[in-house]
């Protein structure tokens, strides 16, 4: 079995920093170095006041605990690359937005330039590990790159080790897996690298956690994974809808068909729409491998889970319009959270985006607030999602404040868009005081008590629910 002693991990992102950080931490004995093009990234990752370029969970105690001993971040990509006994490539896989398959395809220029990279570099063999989604059959053009491109003595080994780390528990995911994916090619040489990869997990990772498979069923495992977690959460809000329309109670439902063992209890919480990265992204991938593969009813029902969850926030959306009696032009509207999710900073694809959106053409006045987004990044995110406005008009219209209480001062309606734990606790009787009555609450997250703010006087609206909660 080869002997790994040293670790490089091109990208420097959500998956490749905390995974590689954990991996050094339960690791004394292996030297990991994280590479990036992005040097501001880089820099944030050696701060000397840990300012990390992302928010996560414990992913500070961690850095603190083997930056400069056995975890370095560098920029130095070659130099990590010629070193490295076992390489991650954990680079990103976005949605093509232009040419064939736009819109659906996973981008793997990145995966290519890094593979490419890889073998113009290495002098020695390497272990080459498929971090990042990708679809299935990645491995295949990874590996046809590195030969075709290889030196003399430098022969590669592909494995691939999807990353199912969920962010805002990413620390506890990693140091705790349900399981650790990894295919390799059923040679020799591929179940000698399999077994090498295996010994690293194997340092806190219980040896049955540890699944070993074929390349091409570990690949489609990370889509199917995230398709149907996807799905759960686009049927618990199609019911949501039924719900709202009856009078019937979506937690209730969720809880009732969650105690069958054979559903369970999780990932079943209505809500404003799923966002992420992740969710999307390797739907629409999945869509389009089945395309490929010329399985039309595969793939439409699949792009159903994501049909259901646009038309989630649209639904939400015109809720909130035609409660507001039918109309929100100039009227204040606080939007709790920005976030995809609680306990991350990452705004990727988070439902909030999309629900301004349509705020904005409605032309209401939007105040957000959320506690880990930088501002930046929200100016950012609405500009991309309006291309039509401009940033100077977007800011007519919206504004971040700096705390809950000041995004619904003079407000009509607060819509809780991310299930931020702190907004379970705000002082709700004054921000009934400062705000327009009637004040409205739109939950979409089914976070705060309905019937202790009903009681305040508020007029509550909750995901999933019918409307006996308003008092
Ligand atoms: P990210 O954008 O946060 O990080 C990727 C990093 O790779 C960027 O910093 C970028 O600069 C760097 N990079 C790109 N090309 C490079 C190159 N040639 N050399 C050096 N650096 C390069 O992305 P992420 O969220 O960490 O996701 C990475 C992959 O992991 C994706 O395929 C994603 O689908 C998958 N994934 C993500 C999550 C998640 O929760 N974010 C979970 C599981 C899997
Ligand atoms: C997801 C997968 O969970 C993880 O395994 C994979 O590696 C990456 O993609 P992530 O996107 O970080 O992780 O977060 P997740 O907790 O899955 O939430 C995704 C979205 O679904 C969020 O917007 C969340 O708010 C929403 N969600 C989740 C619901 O609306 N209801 C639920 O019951 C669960």
Partial sequence: VPKVSKICCIGAGYVGGPTCAVIALKCPHIQVTIVDL????????NSSDFNLPIYEPGLEDVVRATRGRNLFFSTDVDGAIRAADLIFVSVNTPTKKTGIGAGYAADLNYVEKATRRIA????????????????????????????????????????????????GTAISDLVSPDRVLIGSL????????????????????????????????????????????????????????????????????????????????????????????????????????????HLPEV?????????????????????????????????????????????????????????????MEEKALVTIYDPQVEHEQIWMDLQEVSPTFTLQQIKRQVQIAPCALDACAEAEAVVIATEWKEFITLDWEAIYEQMSKPAFIFDGRLLVDSAKLAKIGFKVSSIGRGAEVTA
């Avoid at 989604?133 to 290889?150: G, K």
């Fill in 38 to 45: 992005n040097q501001a990234r880089i820099d944030a990752w």
């Fill in 120 to 167: 113009q570099i290495a002098t020695s063999s390497k272990i080459v590990v498929e971090k990042s989604t990708v679809p299935c059959r990645t491995a295949e053009s990874m590996r046809v790159i590195l030969e075709a491109n290889s030196k003399p003595d430098a022969r590669f080994d592909i494995l691939s080790n999807p990353e199912f780390l969920a962010e």
């Fill in 186 to 293: 059923q040679t020799h040489e591929g179940k000698e690298a399999c077994k090498a990869l295996s010994e690293i997990y194997a340092n806190w990772v219980p040896q049955e956690r540890i699944l070993t498979v074929g390349l091409w069923s570990s690949e489609l495992s990370k889509l199917a994974a995230n398709a149907m977690l996807a799905q759960r959460i686009s049927s618990i809000n199609a019911l949501s809808a039924i719900c709202e329309a009856t009078g019937a109670n979506i937690d209730e439902v969720a809880h009732a068909i969650g105690k069958d063992t054979r559903i369970g209890p999780k990932f079943l919480k209505a809500s404003v729409g799923f966002g992420g990265s992740c969710f999307q992204k390797d739907i629409l991938n999945l869509v389009y491998l089945s395309e490929s593969l």
């Fill in 299 to 359: 793939a439409a029902y699949w792009r159903q889970v994501v049909e259901m969850n646009e038309y989630q926030k649209r639904r939400f959306t015109r809720h909130v319009v035609d409660t507001l009696f039918k109309t929100i032009t100039g009227k204040r509207i606080a939007v709790l959270g920005f976030a995809f999710k609680a306990d991350t900073g990452d705004t990727r694809e988070s439902a909030a985006i999309t629900i301004i959106k349509h705020f």
